[in-house]
């Protein structure tokens, strides 16, 4: 994370290879949040310190401007772009946080400040997400599931925390790693070995010393057999070299052939939907032809918007024969990653600040995945906003 600037108590900083503005918000608690931008405008901020107001202004004006949207919104891009996870799994790790709002809000805090508030650190069965982090091996994501984990299912948490996960090795002047011997196994080793020595004799003359015979002919046999053993393994050896090589001129010869089928799937979707889109031209210069000598009537006209909404249809046909499918998301709650907010339009009611006030354009998804967002307007609480009936 880099801080580029300061102006008027607002921060542009830049973090996974994005430009963010950094601010103070917060109704009971002062909390540090970061509002996405453009390369553009950061561009235009560098160029202008003066235009971070105005931009920040705009920008304010097409999220929902509470402190929830920016901690989740903060911590699902940590878990995208810092940690890689794919979205299905940093939406489970988020949901998961938002489950203990303490826990997430210490989370959030540690992401954009690098550091915590010691004096409402959270810490559960004893243990903080500093302390598991220093303790064991867990990563900083890993440390606050854990401190989750710990809180939902103590027990089990404290369990293997114990006897199962691995833990740093902390030395101390106490147990610095010395080699030592405990001193009663220590009397125990020695009594043994006073046991096993034979009884001195007084006046007895010392042994002498039985001579030793080597036998050759048993470490040279040992030496035959790790001779084979060698060829055996050197054998083995280059068979797997050569296996491997064929390995490697099958995997070749699969990419190719993988490479060639989808280059002619590619290019099948497309003479597909250039065939469909060529038909739909061809009825639509039809449509044109009739219409073109009719007489203006409003039975005319009433059959040429039927057409026209006709054509609509027949576009929904072609992207669904190529799993795109239009989509608009159900109740007043605003999507922000399936909708997109357009326009703001001002409210004297409270009850619809943020909600959905109209719908422009439907979404569109191929797959699993959105290929374009629904676009909408919201409702911005504003007291000395006019009524429609004053409008």
């Known amino acids: 994370m880099e801080i580029i600037l300061e102006y008027s108590g607002k921060k542009l900083v830049s973090r996974y290879d994005r430009y963010y503005l950094r601010f103070i918000g917060g109704m ?14 950061a561009d235009r901020i560098r160029e202008n310190p003066e235009s971070l107001k105005e931009i920040f202004t705009t920008r304010s004006k097409t999220v929902p401007w509470t402190e929830e949207y920016f901690v989740d919104t903060n911590i ?20 998961k946080l938002k489950r203990h709002p303490d826990i997430r809000r210490e989370f959030h805090e540690r992401i954009i400040t690098g550091q915590i508030t010691k004096e409402r650190e959270v810490s559960a069965e004893g243990y903080t997400a500093e302390k598991l982090m220093n303790e064991t091996y867990l990563e900083m994501v890993g440390a606050y599931n854990y401190l989750i984990f710990l809180r939902e299912q ?35 080793i020695e009594e043994e070995n006073a046991a096993e020595q034979p009884a001195v004799q007084e006046n007895a003359e010392p042994a002498e010393p039985a001579a030793q015979e080597t036998d050759f002919s048993e470490v040279l046999a040992r030496l035959e057999s790790l001779a084979l053993l060698m060829t055996g393994l050197q054998e083995a050896f280059d068979d797997k070299i050569a296996e491997d090589a064929h390995k490697n001129q099958l995997f070749d010869n699969l990419h190719k ?35 073109e000598k009719k007489e203006p009537t409003e039975e005319n006209y009433a059959k040429l918007l039927r057409s026209v909404k006709g054509i609509a249809e027949d576009l929904d046909d072609v992207l669904y024969r190529q799993d795109i499918e239009s989509y608009s998301v159900p109740g007043r709650d605003v999507d922000v990653k399936r909708q997109k907010i ?48 004053e409008q």
């Open 28 to 41: 009971m608690d002062e909390t540090t949040c970061e509002l996405e931008i453009s390369n553009e405008e």
């Open 76 to 95: 699902y891009d940590y878990l995208l772009y810092e940690c890689g996870m794919k979205e299905e799994q940093a939406e489970k790790n988020l949901e």
């Open 154 to 188: 103590p027990e089990t948490a404290l369990y293997y925390l114990e006897e199962g996960l691995p833990k740093r090795t902390i030395f101390t002047e106490n147990n610095t790693p010395e080699v030592k011997m405990d001193e009663e196994k220590k009397n125990v």
């Open 257 to 291: 052939e993988l490479t060639r089928y989808q280059n002619g799937l590619l290019e099948k979707i497309v003479e597909t939907m250039a065939l469909d889109v060529i038909q739909l031209v061809d009825s639509t210069k039809r449509l044109y032809k009739v219409y």
């Open 342 to 389: 357009i326009q703001v339009v001002d409210t004297d009611d409270p009850a619809k600040d943020n909600k959905v006030a109209a719908r422009t354009a439907d979404g569109y998804t191929h797959g699993d995945s959105v290929l374009r967002p629904e676009r909408i307007k919201i409702y911005k609480y504003n007291p000395n906003a006019k009524t429609e009936s």
